[in-house]
């Protein structure tokens, strides 16, 4: 990572940034970058389906716009014209984009819910982690809750019962309650590898899936600080 | 970064440099300042065009003091100011006022002259507030040490201000309704010392509220109001804020929510803001409460300094109108406080004293055409209750209100119950003033809307429930005092 910044990268890709988070012990649905198709096949048929293919890239930050996902794969014959689709649209990309974009495969984690959190360095107060709503609904909903690190794992049980998601997550509407204490470890967790590096200026998770077994990191961003 | 700031706020003697005869002039305002505040300690002009300031002594350099001042004030031009503090840095005093403009605050050519200013401040360890600030005021010592009109009384209220014609304002209203302060600080460009050193300063000071000096009426607590434009350092400030409240309640007043507000205060100090929402949930973190407005600050100023913070979120409202009751009610709501429940007892006496047609649940309706003998029972009646916290009362002047009598018995309720607050709403504007000056008077804080009362009561709730502190009580010899205790988590 150091290295990243020092070559002056601005941000790392799903893969550099969900290694990072892997190191810090959040959980990771299992992803391998494609470089033939084969490599898709080999991972369906060994963690098995759903899977979704992505575009991998440090200047991606956005991947929806550019339907840089693939969804709901279930099958062989879907993976197959997933991968068909998704090389196309990679290779619809801007010559420099493209150049630095990769396919990347991994499983699919049902449904949950979606939350977003993330750490940045604010200059006043340095590090502030930010939980709420996540997804694609993130930036409509506004459910912005922040906190001044350092964080205790109390005091992040109390930032998602007091935000809007956190309805969903507590029981809502008959609905089991989820238990909040994983997220709370993972919230934690990302707190300390943020506040324990130099380099990272900002570092987020959209979405974090949140379901009864466990809590995924599905989709991680991290920005540097370029030190060149 | 700064020294102990004892000798500065608290000096044996002072130096003015720029020390002037004219009346208009900051060198000659401050001298003068600086003597009519009774200061007791030793004040030498400096000035090389004069021979005598206010029939003190006039010095032509800083070196050729006969002794070494605890604090030097510095009111000359910018251009001269880095010359005059190698002077006073030679001379070996080490707490310096600058009031000089023209420095961050301009651009580039100041903020680098500000730089060799901290740059000589640092060689000598000087302590330097501002430059570009108004000075100081310490009510204890006492002495002022402005270029400021500041009349003022000593109190328990502790402020800090980043812009100096704000604190203007904030004496003027001072004043006006008596509230009484100890040390009243403008910080200016915050060179050398920020808002974080004085609160430091104020964490090491210990301080008993002798009702000699203070007099009677006020909560027992050391409030810190604090007026600011930016923050030197978040987690430091983070630090000490919540050592503070621990004891004593914290306001915050800093605008920026607003991208003009923001760019304003860039100008004017030439300091950067950091995001706004997470300021506010820093203050929130810590049990700092975080003013909305001016008129905020003024309110929590006086509700901090004259009332003790209530034990619980039970308020009991009465009003001789329905109306402003009605709006108290939806008020205390939305605040996070609670109305009090009025238990059978109770109900019944309230009954017994107040005619039929009155309202004896919480809001307590004492009728239009109550005299102050019926809110005198109305408020002992449910005073007395166990499980009420906080009293708001509401007067509006109808023909027959006895305005200042009602004042008068609200005064009596208070001293009675000292652990409970009382905060009024004298509605109107000029039958009630007289009615509120006797409040002043008796630290009785009265407002002109009764759901600016029950936010006030609802921010002194919110304090005591952060702190989680133990408010003990004791009647000394001389009168109340209160000493507080942190509970033992």
Known sequence: MEKAAGEGCESLDSVESNGLLSAAGINIPAMEVVGENEVAQEFATNRGYPVVLKLNSPLLLHKTEVGGIWTNIYDDEELNRALEGMWQRRDGLEGQVKNATSLVIQEQVDSGVEVIVGVKKDPSFGSVLMFGAGGTLAELVKDRNLFVLPMSHEEAVGLIEKSIVGKLLTGYRGAEAYDLNLLAELMVGLAGLAESSKVIAEIEINPVIVTYEGVWAVDGKTVLRTTT | ?489
């Open chain 2, 1 to 489: 970064m700064a020294g102990n700031l004892s000798k500065l706020f608290s000096p044996k003697s002072v130096a003015v440099v720029g020390a002037s005869r004219e009346a208009n002039k900051i060198g000659g305002i401050v001298v003068k300042n600086i003597l009519d505040s009774g200061y007791k300690g030793l004040v030498y002009p400096v000035n090389p065009k004069a021979e005598k300031i206010e029939e003190l002594k006039c010095y032509p350099d800083y070196s050729s003091l006969p002794k070494v001042p605890d604090l030097a004030v510095v009111a000359i031009p910018a251009q001269f100011v880095i010359e005059a503090l190698e002077q006073v840095g030679e001379k070996g005093t080490k707490n310096v006022v600058v009031f000089s403009a023209g420095f961050k605050e301009i651009g580039d050519e100041g903020e680098e002259l500000e730089r060799q200013l901290v740059e000589v401040a640092r060689k000598y360890e000087i302590n330097l507030l501002g430059p570009n600030c108004l000075g100081f005021v310490n009510n204890l010592t006492p002495v002022n040490v402005t270029f400021g009109q500041v009349v003022s009384n000593p109190g328990n209220l502790r402020f800090v201000s980043q812009s100096g014609a704000i604190a203007s304002s904030i004496f003027d209203w001072f004043e006006a309704t008596g509230l009484g302060f100890s040390e009243f600080v403008t910080l200016g460009n915050k060179s050398v010392i920020s808002e974080n050193e004085v609160l430091e300063y104020w964490l090491g000071q210990k301080r008993d509220l002798v009702e000699e000096q203070f007099g009677k009426g006020l909560s027992g607590v050391w409030p810190v109001g604090l007026y600011l434009e930016s923050i030197v350092d978040g987690k430091k400030f983070m630090e000490l804020v919540a050592e503070i409240v621990k004891l004593d309640p914290v306001f915050v007043l800093k605008p920026g929510k607003s991208e003009a507000a923001a760019k304003a205060m860039q100008s004017h100090t030439g300091a950067l803001a950091g995001e706004d929402a997470v300021f506010d949930q820093a203050l929130a973190q810590v049990g700092a409460i975080r003013c909305e407005s001016l008129e905020d600050m003024f309110e929590l100023s006086r509700a901090f300094a004259w009332e003790v913070a209530p034990k619980g979120p039970r308020v009991v409202v009465v009003s001789n109108a329905g109306g402003p009751a009605v709006i108290s009610a939806d008020a205390v709501g939305e605040v996070g406080l609670e109305l009090a429940p009025i238990d059978d007892g109770t109900l019944t006496q309230l009954r017994e004293h107040l005619p039929r047609a009155a309202s004896v649940k919480n809001p307590v309706d004492v009728l239009g055409d109550a005299l102050a003998q019926r809110y005198a029972d109305a408020i002992e009646i449910v005073m007395k209750e166990e499980r009420v916290d906080a009293l708001v009362v509401i007067l509006t002047p109808q023909v027959m209100t006895q305005i200042e009598e009602t004042a008068e018995l609200i005064a009596k309720a208070s001293a009675k119950y000292p652990d409970k607050p009382i905060m009024c709403s004298f509605m109107g504007g000029t039958h009630v003033a007289a009615g509120e000056e006797i409040l002043n008077k008796a630290r009785i804080p009265s407002f002109r809307f009764p759901e600016r009362a029950i936010k006030a009561v609802a921010a002194m709730w919110k304090w005591r429930e952060t702190s989680n502190k133990e408010q003990v009580i004791l009647q000394g010899s001389s009168g109340p005092s209160a000493i507080y205790k942190q509970k033992n988590k």
